[in-house]
C-alpha cells in the first residue's frame, strides 16, 4: 500500500497531527489497539496552559524548569508554554467542553509545582473530551484512513530515509505501507513496570521500534511515578489525579496524621518525585498504607468535581468523599524517548515523533503535572508541518543539539554487565518494578541490564523459529525498551528529578548536567 503520510497511534500527538496533515495528503493512522485506547484517553488532571489572569508563559516556562531540575531544553520549553495558548484556543473553539466557573470563564485547577492555577480540565476525564472531538475532526476528512489491530513492527528503510512501515494485522498477516514520512505517536511506556497507571497499551513500542531502526534515543532514565494511584489488593492501580491534592485532599500515614508538611515545605503539593518516594518510604515505615483523605471537603463538591474517580471507588467499595482512600506510587510517565529537535524531527530522516514517545527536551528530568496533554497538542501540530517539507530538510538539527547542552553518546561503561546466556527467565515487569523503580542502586540495576540482556535474545531466538505475531513483537519491545532504561539508569551515577541512585543521593551537575543518547550499534 502506498499512502502519504503514516501515523502509528492515536493519542493527541498523532490525532492533532493527522488533523494537519489531512489537507496535504492520505493520511493513515494505524492502532495496535481500539481507536481509543491510548494513554491520552486516561489523562484526568487536564492541560496545563497559561490563559489565567496573571499567569503568562514565562511563569509557565519556569515552573517546567524547575520542575525539570536542570535537564530541560529551554528552546523546547518556550515553544510549548508559548505556543500553548493557542493551541488550546483551537481545541475549545472546535468544541472541547472545559469545566467553566460561574462567570463562564474557563475554570483553572491546581497541582504540585505550579506557582499558579493554570490547569483547564473536563471534569476528571480531560483526555477522553479532548480525544472525542480530535476523533470527530480528524474523522471528517476524507484523506484521513484508520486501520485497527494493526501492530507495527519495523520501520521500512530505503536511501538513508524512514520511507514506511511494516505491520500485522489482529490475524497475524504482514503488510507493508509506504509513504513520504512517519510519524510514532505511540504513547509512553507504563507497562514496563508491575505497577503502572498506564493502560495495557504502553507497552514501549516506539522506543523499540525507533532504537530498532537506529534513531537516537535520550533521557531514558528519567521514568516519572506517580504518587497516587489507588492501592487497594486485586483492584488496578488506577490514578488518583493530583488535582485532588489541588483542591485540598490530605496525605495521611494510618492514624490519619498528615506527615508531607514533615517532608517538603509545599507540603502535599510537593513535587511528584518527593510525593512518591516520601509515601513509599511511610509505608516501609509503618508497614500500613498510607491514604489519601478528602472526608474535610464538601462531599458534595467532591463527587462532581471528580465523578470518575469516585466511580471507580464506588467500584471497589470505597466512597471517595468519605473513606481514607488508599494510595501508592505507579509508573506513569517516560520523560525520555526517540530524541527530537522542536519540529518532531528524529535523527533518521523521514521520521518523526510526538507526544510521550519523543524526547523533545520540555521535561527535562521530571515533568511538570499537566504538561503532557499541552506536549502531546503542540509538537504533534508541529511534526505535521515539518512531515511536509522535503525529505531532505527533515532530519534532526544538529546544531540544535549542540545548542542543547553536553550529550555524551552511551556505549557499554564499566558499570554494566556483559550478559551471560545463564540468565534463569525474568518477569520483566516484576524486575523493573523492583530494580529500576523509585529507589535504585548499581547492584539491583547490574542485575536488571543482565537478566534483560537474556531476556531480550530468549525473546529473538523465540522469533526466530516461528512467523512472529503481534504479541511476540510486544513482547519483544517490552524487553528492549526495559533494557534501554536499565541501562540508561545504571549509567546515571547521580539523582535528579524523578530518577534516584540510593547509592548516588545527590544531583551532580559537574558530572551529569548532560543527556545520555542510546543508538543502536554503539554498544
Ligand atoms: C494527574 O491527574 O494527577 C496526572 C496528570 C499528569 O500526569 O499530568
Redesign the pocket.
Known amino acids: 500500500m502506498i499512502t502519504d503520510f503514516i501515523i502509528v497511534g492515536s493519542g493527541i500527538a498523532g490525532l492533532r497531527a493527522a488533523i494537519a496533515l489531512a489537507p496535504a495528503g492520505r493520511v493513515l493512522v494505524l492502532t495496535k489497539a481500539d481507536p481509543e485506547e491510548s494513554n491520552t484517553g486516561y489523562?484526568?488532571?487536564g492541560i496545563a496552559v497559561a490563559v489565567g489572569a496573571g499567569d503568562s508563559p514565562a511563569l509557565h516556562a519556569a515552573d517546567t524548569l524547575r520542575a525539570g531540575d536542570g535537564l530541560c531544553d529551554e528552546g523546547a520549553v518556550d515553544v510549548l508554554v508559548g505556543n500553548g495558548p493557542r493551541y488550546v484556543r483551537e481545541l475549545v473553539e472546535w468544541g472541547t467542553r472545559f469545566d467553566r466557573d460561574g462567570d463562564g470563564q474557563l475554570a483553572l485547577g491546581r497541582?504540585a509545582a505550579h506557582s499558579v492555577r493554570r490547569v483547564l480540565h473536563a471534569g476528571d476525564a480531560t483526555g477522553r473530551e479532548i480525544g472525542r472531538v480530535l476523533w470527530k475532526r480528524a474523522s471528517a476528512f476524507g484523506s484521513v484512513a484508520t486501520i485497527n489491530h494493526a501492530f507495527v513492527t519495523d520501520l521500512v528503510a530505503g536511501g538513508g530515509a524512514v520511507r514506511g512501515v511494516h505491520y500485522v494485522d489482529r490475524d497475524g498477516a504482514r503488510h507493508e505501507v509506504r509513504a513520504r514520512a512517519v510519524l510514532l505517536a505511540t504513547g509512553g511506556a507504563g507497562q514496563l513496570f508491575r505497577e503502572t497507571t498506564n493502560p495495557p497499551v504502553a507497552t514501549g513500542d516506539g522506543i523499540a521500534l525507533g532504537y530498532r531502526a537506529g534513531a537516537r534515543l535520550a533521557d531514558l532514565e528519567f521514568v516519572q511515578f506517580?504518587p497516587t494511584a489507588l492501592n487497594r489488593a486485586g483492584a488496578p492501580r488506577f490514578?488518583i489525579?493530583?488535582?485532588l491534592r489541588g483542591e485540598g485532599a490530605r496525605l495521611v500515614d494510618d492514624r490519619g496524621e498528615a506527615f508531607m508538611t514533615r517532608v517538603h515545605a509545599d507540603g502535599d503539593l510537593a513535587p511528584r518525585d518527593v510525593v512518591a518516594r516520601a509515601i513509599a518510604r511511610e509505608m516501609e515505615r509503618t508497614g500500613a498504607p498510607v491514604y489519601l483523605t478528602l472526608a474535610h471537603l464538601d462531599a458534595g463538591y467532591v463527587c462532581a468535581r471528580f465523578p470518575t474517580i469516585a466511580d471507580m471507588c464506588r467500584r471497589v467499595g470505597l466512597d471517595l468523599a468519605r473513606d481514607p482512600i488508599p494510595v501508592g506510587p505507579a509508573a506513569?510517565?517516560i520523560m525520555g524517548g526517540v530524541d527530537t529537535d522542536e519540529w518532531g524531527r528524529t535523527s533518521l530522516p523521514g521520521l518523526f515523533a510526538a507526544g510521550e514517545v519523543a524526547c523533545t527536551g520540555v521535561h527535562g528530568a521530571n515533568r511538570l503535572?499537566?504538561n503532557?496533554l499541552l506536549e502531546g497538542l503542540v509538537f504533534g501540530a508541529r511534526a505535521a508541518i515539518a512531515m511536509q517539507e522535503p525529505p531532505a530538510a527533515a532530519a534532526l538539527k544538529r546544531d540544535r543539539v549542540v545548542a542543547r547542552g553536553s550529550w555524551l553518546v552511551a556505549g557499554r561503561t564499566a558499570a554494566e554487565p556483559a550478559a551471560t546466556s545463564h540468565q534463569p527467565p525474568v518477569d520483566v515487569r516484576d524486575l523493573m518494578w523492583t530494580s529500576v523503580g523509585l529507589f535504585r542502586r548499581r547492584e539491583g540495576l547490574e542485575h536488571a541490564v543482565a537478566s534483560l540482556d537474556a531476556a531480550e535474545r530468549t525473546e529473538r531466538d523465540r522469533m526466530g523459529e516461528t512467523t512472529p505475531d503481534a504479541d511476540a513483537w510486544r513482547r519483544l519491545n517490552l524487553v528492549t525498551a526495559a533494557r534501554l532504561v536499565a541501562r540508561a539508569a545504571l549509567r546515571r551515577e547521580e539523582s535528579r528529578g524523578a530518577h534516584f541512585r540510593e547509592d548516588f543521593p545527590a544531583r551532580d551537575d559537574d558530572h551529569w548536567k548532560r543527556h545520555v543518547v542510546d543508538v543502536r550499534g554503539a554498544e
Do not use: D, M, R, T
Open positions: 489523562a484526568q488532571g497541582e506517580h490514578l489525579s493530583e488535582a506513569h510517565y503535572a499537566s503532557s
